[in-house]
Every structure is written in structure tokens, then in C-alpha cells.
């Protein structure tokens, strides 16, 4: 309450338009908690958002956990290294504990992933003797040092 304002309470009515606001959010991808939370504080007041999000948190409809797993994969799929993948999920609003259990649950092979790096964006550097660019490639996109040291080895072994 602010000097004298009457506290201002959710209408069923607005809580139903945020509601759905949100759920075609949803149908198009999935979200983080925070992510939908950001998206409704565009048009909702906080009250509102928060209570929208408890609802579809309740109901099943929106979890971190479900959707850290989700995204988790995708980006694998893309080729991202562990570390990269758990640095998006957090910040997306995925706690870190949450973040490291969707990425261990993958057992991505950092290495295999990386020489595939290499192979699609960094094989004509590599060959033109340009390892410590690779490397440090690698390293901006959160692969380890020792991934990278075997990866840049292994594709060293491979080209002819």
C-alpha cells in the first residue's frame, strides 16, 4: 500500500488473460520460469505475473527442470560444449544445480564434440598452423583445456 492507495488485488478476469498470454508463449517453445515471467511483466503487473507463474508451476505446466532437460539437448544437438550449454541454461533464470544435473544427464563426450567443431569452422586454420587460434576458438565457446589439448590432437591424426 502506498500512502493511502487501496492495495490493489488480481482481477479473475486479467489473471485469465495472463494466463492465457502466457500458455501461447508456451505452445510455441518451451520456457524457463523467468523467461515467462519477463515476457508477461511486459504487459501484467507483478502480482499478476507472479501468480501466473505459481499457477502453471502448480499445474505442471512450467518447470525449469523440464525445460533445462529440454534445452539442454538442443543445444548439445548444436554442437554446444557442456559448459557453454550450463551457462545458457542459467541465464535463462536455471539455477545452477538444476542447470548441471540437465547437463550431466546428456554425458555429452566434450572431446567428440569439440573435434567436430573443429572439423565444421576451424580445420583450415588448424592445417595452416594456426593451432593456438583454434584453441583459443575453443575455449571462448567453454570447452576445457584438456578437451581441447585431445580435440586439436585427434584432428591433427585425422587430416592427412
Excluded at 533464470?93 to 550431466?104: D, I, L, T
Amino acid at each position: 500500500m502506498i500512502d493511502g492507495e487501496p492495495e490493489r488485488s488480481i482481477t479473475e478476469d486479467e489473471c485469465l488473460r495472463a494466463k492465457n498470454r502466457a500458455l501461447r508463449f508456451l505452445a510455441a517453445r518451451a520456457h524457463s520460469v523467468q523467461e515467462i515471467e519477463q515476457k508477461l511483466r511486459r504487459y501484467y503487473d507483478e502480482l499478476t505475473v507472479k501468480a501466473v507463474a505459481d499457477d502453471l508451476c502448480e499445474l505442471g505446466l512450467l518447470c525449469d527442470a523440464a525445460y533445462a532437460e529440454e534445452r539442454a539437448r538442443q543445444l548439445a544437438a548444436r554442437g554446444k560444449s557442456p559448459a557453454d550449454i550450463q551457462n545458457r541454461l542459467r541465464a535463462a533464470g536455471v539455477s545452477g544445480e538444476v542447470a548441471a544435473r540437465a547437463v550431466a544427464a546428456l554425458d555429452i563426450d566434450a572431446v567428440a564434440v569439440a573435434c567436430a567443431v573443429i572439423d565444421k569452422h576451424y580445420l583450415a586454420a588448424l592445417q595452416n598452423g594456426e593451432e593456438q587460434k583454434v584453441k583459443a576458438a575453443l575455449a571462448r565457446r567453454g570447452f576445457k583445456h584438456g578437451d581441447i589439448a585431445e580435440a586439436v590432437c585427434r584432428a591433427r591424426e585425422d587430416t592427412p
